[in-house]
């Protein structure tokens, strides 16, 4: 069985991209691409579709950025 998510803890791309302060979410497949440790989406419906993230791990891992 599947992990449970709460679903007020889910955020989109452009979620995504304001949290990490970004001026576009396309930008967010990039930051994918160049840091293989950023959290992956926990909803993936594939090509073209929706995409969501958990925003705790989101959050976790920006923090560690500033951090490090």
């Known amino acids: 069985m599947g992990e449970y998510v ?5 955020v989109d791309a452009q ?3 304001d949290m990490l ?5 396309n ?11 950023m959290p992956r989406p926990v909803v ?6 929706c ?3 958990l925003r705790s791990s989101v959050a976790e891992w920006a923090e ?3 951090a490090g």
Do not use: E, F, I
């Open 44 to 49: 993936d419906l594939g090509s073209g579709r």
């Open 27 to 37: 930008t967010v497949s990039l930051y994918q691409r160049r840091y293989p440790d």
């Open 51 to 53: 995409k969501l993230w």
């Open 6 to 10: 709460d679903l007020d803890d889910l």
């Open 21 to 25: 302060q970004l001026s576009q979410r």
């Open 64 to 66: 560690s950025r500033k």
């Open 15 to 17: 979620g995504v991209a």
